[in-house]
């Protein structure tokens, strides 16, 4: 047998259940709620989870030929006490490709490599680019920057 509720049927039971949840939190000698069922980020959790430390988190290419395709590497280590998850790397233009981070979980103490694959295409002039990497660090997101001069036919060279 199937039972089927209407809408405000089901949001009733649902805020039924909230409510028996709540309440279950309140002291018996003062009819206060606990606090501790309130989950608030603060600055010590990066202490207490994984987190991310960069050996590097920028990188010049120098001059680089229109058309050339330059391989970055950004290495990474868990610096923090719990597992180490890259969700994303997300790559500010479609110049530039992720490639190949670790999918897996990074243990406390151990090291990665963010791989990233800048393509010059027939652009001439000053190039500034990112990527962000995305964890389950607090914070959780880092910015990885690089710079470039890309030179090709007719580019002027200025000191």
Same mark, same amino acid.
């Given at each position: 047998m199937i039972l089927?509720?209407?809408? %405000? @049927?089901?949001l009733a039971m649902g805020f +039924?259940? *909230?409510?028996?949840?709540?309440?279950?939190?309140?002291?018996?000698?003062?009819?206060?709620i606990d606090a501790s069922i309130i989950h608030i980020p603060g600055a010590g959790e990066g202490l207490t989870g994984p987190a991310?430390?960069?050996?590097?988190?920028?990188i010049d290419l120098g001059i680089v030929a229109a058309g050339e395709v330059s391989r970055l590497e950004y290495r990474l280590t868990n %610096? @923090?006490?719990?597992?180490?998850t890259i +969700?994303? *790397?997300l790559p500010s233009c479609?110049?530039?490709?992720?490639?190949?981070?670790?999918t897996g979980t990074i243990p406390p103490?151990?090291?990665?490599?963010i791989h990233l694959e800048f393509n010059a295409g027939d652009r001439i002039g000053d190039v500034a680019e990112s990527a962000t990497v995305v964890t389950?660090?607090?914070?959780?997101?880092?910015?990885?920057t690089f710079t470039a001069r890309v030179m090709g036919p007719g580019s002027i060279v200025q000191p």
């Open positions: 089927r509720l209407p809408h %405000s @049927g089901l +039924a259940l *909230v409510t028996l949840l709540v309440m279950g939190c309140r002291d018996a000698n003062t009819g206060e991310v430390s960069w050996e590097r988190d920028s %610096s @923090g006490n719990r597992p180490l +969700a994303q *790397v479609g110049c530039t490709v992720a490639r190949g981070w670790e103490g151990s090291s990665t490599t389950n660090a607090v914070p959780s997101s880092s910015t990885l």
